[in-house]
């Protein structure tokens, strides 16, 4: 089996816990890498942007002209390997980022693009409104602590999915099968 080469974008935020629990599924052929430039982004066969402040990660993507905010765009939509992104990743792939003029002079170059929705930051409240709290959670199952503490973030909001090869059915976002050519 050939190796593939999976980077975390490791400029800031929960880029750690993303590494660490790729290394826990112990595949031999899995390769991880931290992506923190150019050359560490042509590595690799896939992509994670993990979570953070959306607005710092894409800070760190402005140095020398726009460089790697310029690779990652070629990597999502001239190349088109697979990207995943969660919490500040998700935006950063959103086609449409709402709620950015107050936080960001990056204007229509905010988000890398690629997935097609619109996404409201900070929906839920700025940072100040995240919070640390006890959960009781009630199951038979044994995989589930009974006190857990949670950390509640400001996580974004899909406004609107843009694309007719999306639908939403039972809040179960579903893509259309490809017709056959």
């Known amino acids: 089996m050939s190796e593939i080469t999976i980077g975390v974008l490791s400029l800031q935020g ?3 816990p993303h590494i660490n629990h790729f290394i826990k599924l ?3 052929s899995l390769n991880i890498i931290q992506v923190r430039n150019v050359h560490d982004l042509g590595l690799c066969d896939g992509l994670v942007i993990p979570g953070g402040e959306s607005t710092t990660v894409r800070r760190c993507c402005a140095y020398e002209n726009d ?3 310029n690779a990652l765009v070629h990597f999502i939509h001239v190349l088109k390997k697979p990207i ?3 919490c500040a990743g998700c935006i950063l792939l959103s086609k449409n980022v709402e709620n950015i003029k107050l936080y960001s002079n990056f204007g229509n170059k905010f ?3 690629g997935l097609d929705i619109t996404i409201c930051r900070n929906f839920y409240g700025s940072q100040n409104d995240s919070f640390i709290c006890s959960l009781n959670i009630i199951s038979d199952s044994s ?3 009974k006190d857990l503490t949670a950390a509640c973030i ?3 909001y899909i406004r609107e999915i843009l694309s007719d090869e999306v639908q939403i059915k039972k809040n179960k976002i579903i893509k259309k099968k490809n017709k056959k050519k």
Do not use: N, V
């Open 14 to 16: 929960d880029f750690e």
């Open 26 to 28: 112990q595949i031999p």
């Open 143 to 145: 995989a589930f602590k």
């Open 84 to 86: 995943w992104g969660t």
């Open 111 to 113: 988000s890398f693009g």
């Open 67 to 69: 460089t790697l905010y």
């Open 154 to 156: 400001r996580a974004p």
